[in-house]
């Protein structure tokens, strides 16, 4: 099951053009402290790692409750097109280099899978385009805009007690 | 306007549509839209759409609008997104979206 998808997703990859192939090349994800999640269908052959940090099959959570607590629960939010070390297209790939350069824990969902979930970020924020990027429960908005906080240096203020806590933790 | 037939109308490109509601909404003293919609042609998302074929899905924008004054960048972007609402619809795909006020752009 997961074979032939996985020789799909990278034929999909390879014919993509500049714009939408720059793939992020990240062999030290992990060890950078950030998880991502992303809504993987529950194939049993999907290794628990790889499953969604919430399920929403069976857990009576609406959409717009999942993506309530996905905000509240998660720092940094992503709702992005394929997952963070392989976007699907330029502008979630842009949205996380940028959030990969501040030493902070990154969740993601990738609403390519879920044509519902992205309905139900899209009405939750009022906001049309994807990625959408949400810290500490706010929403701040799409590639344009982190870049723009990231090089204003706003966006190392917001992030700063997320990173603090960070390395308490660890 | 008045000597415009229908048929010519409905050929305007969005490009140009979205030019006048940009222009209405905003009051815009520079605007500048490109079309970038050839470098995101093998999109999964475009490949769906049938729609799509003809291009103008993917637009860098930039406006120059007295009306950004004081608004955080979430409320300008918001601004164009609200201005351009019927072309989401239909098929406008992504916006990468430059909003500054006259003052930001004006000699320092």
Redesign the interface.
């Known amino acids: 099951m997961s074979r032939p998808l996985s020789k799909l997703l990278f034929k999909g990859i390879s014919g993509f053009p500049a714009a939408c192939s720059s793939k992020i090349v990240s062999g030290s994800f992990y060890q950078n402290g950030m998880r991502y999640s992303t809504s993987v269908p529950n194939d049993s052959d999907t290794h628990d790692d790889f499953k969604p940090a919430n399920k929403f099959d069976g857990s009576g959570l609406s959409l717009k409750e999942l993506v309530e607590q996905d905000v509240k629960d998660n720092p940094v939010m992503l709702y992005m097109k394929g997952v963070p070390e392989v976007p699907q297209c330029g502008f979630s790939s842009l949205a996380v280099r940028v959030l990969k350069q501040y030493a902070v824990p990154l969740s993601a969902r990738n609403i390519l899978e879920d044509p519902e979930l992205k309905t139900a970020v899209k009405a939750f924020s009022h906001w049309p385009t994807f990625p959408q990027i949400f810290i500490k429960g706010e929403f701040i908005g799409g590639s344009d805009i982190i870049l723009n906080m990231h090089q204003s240096g706003e966006l190392k203020e917001k992030l700063k007690d997320i990173a603090v806590n960070q390395e308490k933790s660890a | 306007m008045g000597s415009r037939g229908g048929a010519k109308v409905l050929q305007l490109s969005r490009a140009s549509r979205m030019r006048t509601k940009l222009q209405t909404a905003l009051e815009a003293s520079v605007l500048e839209i490109e079309d970038?919609s050839?470098?995101?042609?093998?999109?999964?998302?475009m490949r769906a759409n049938a729609n799509n074929k003809d291009g103008e899905t993917h637009f860098n924008l930039k406006v120059v609008s007295p009306k950004f004054e004081g608004q955080s960048?979430?409320k300008r972007?918001?601004m164009v997104?609200d201005a351009l609402?019927d072309e989401?619809q239909s098929g406008l795909?992504?916006?990468?979206?430059?909003a500054k006020t006259p003052q930001e752009i004006g000699p320092k």
């Not at chain 2, 050839?38 to 998302?45: D, I, L, N």
């Open positions: 970038v050839h470098q995101h042609a093998g999109h999964a998302a960048l979430v972007h918001r997104y609402a989401l795909h992504a916006l990468s979206i430059v």
